[in-house]
T-cell receptor, first 115, second 112 residues
Framework: DTAVSQTPKYLVTQMGNDKSIKCEQNLGHDTMYWYKQDSKKFLKIMFSYNNKELIINETVPNRFSPKSPDKAHLNLHINSLELGDSAVYFC??????????????FGPGTRLLVL | SQQGEEDPQALSIQEGENATMNCSYKTSINNLQWYRQNSGRGLVHLILIRSNEREKHSGRLRVTLDTSKKSSSLLITASRAADTASYFCATGLIQGAQKLVFGQGTRLTINP
């Protein structure tokens, strides 16, 4: 029944490692997003994909690479992890082709801690 | 940089009282939304107001939008302990996708 799900929920890793976070939505939406929430609770958009096409790409280091194999999935791969990457990463989805285009539905978040 | 600035950053009231949170923003928007985040959880959409609207209601929530002042307010009436959470305003601009820019949030505590 989960609308937007993310795996893993928690991720603890060493600096320099490469890790991936996965996101899936079963709402039939065509657009998905990645947000980063830092320790001060600032929430900032990173990427957005619409029908597997990159639409929004904020100023994010090249170490972050999103991949959308289909409309229901948007994964985030992070290379060479740094201490500053520690944050909560939220996936979200919305429908830009029908209905309420403005509302986004968020996943539960992935808490990443880089040691 | 952050678009929205929320005021106050923290608010503590007694159960049953009304809570008002304010949000200001800087650039043009298509809509403004309010989200709630319980501790350690994801964001839940509460209410949306479009740029051509001035006021919206949803249950105990009332949102106003003043585009001339670039500000919005969220009023929660008859607060309950379960309303304890962080509340974020987010301005929306549709550019192929809906780009949401969030404020820093207001931490609301309802005391029983």
């Amino acid at each position: 029944d989960t609308a937007v799900s993310q795996t893993p929920k928690y991720l603890v890793t060493q600096m320099g490692n490469d890790k991936s976070i996965k996101c899936e939505q079963n709402l039939g939406h065509d657009t998905m997003y990645w947000y980063k929430q830092d320790s001060k609770k600032f929430l900032k958009i990173m990427f957005s994909y619409n029908n597997k096409e990159l639409i929004i790409n904020e100023t994010v280091p090249n170490r972050f690479s999103p991949k959308s194999p289909d409309k229901a999935h948007l994964n985030l791969h992070i290379n060479s992890l740094e201490l500053g990457d520690s944050a909560v990463y939220f996936c979200a989805s919305s429908s830009m082709s029908s209905g309420n285009k403005e509302t986004q539905y968020f996943g539960p978040g992935t808490r990443l801690l880089v040691l | 940089s952050q678009q929205g600035e929320e005021d106050p950053q923290a608010l503590s009231i007694q159960e049953g009282e009304n809570a008002t949170m304010n949000c200001s923003y800087k650039t043009s928007i298509n809509n403004l939304q309010w989200y709630r985040q319980n501790s350690g959880r994801g964001l839940v959409h509460l209410i949306l107001i479009r740029s051509n609207e001035r006021e919206k209601h949803s249950g105990r929530l009332r949102v106003t939008l003043d585009t001339s002042k670039k500000s919005s307010s969220l009023l929660i009436t008859a607060s309950r302990a379960a309303d304890t959470a962080s509340y974020f305003c987010a301005t929306g601009l549709i550019q192929g996708a809906q780009k949401l820019v969030f404020g820093q949030g207001t931490r609301l505590t309802i005391n029983p």
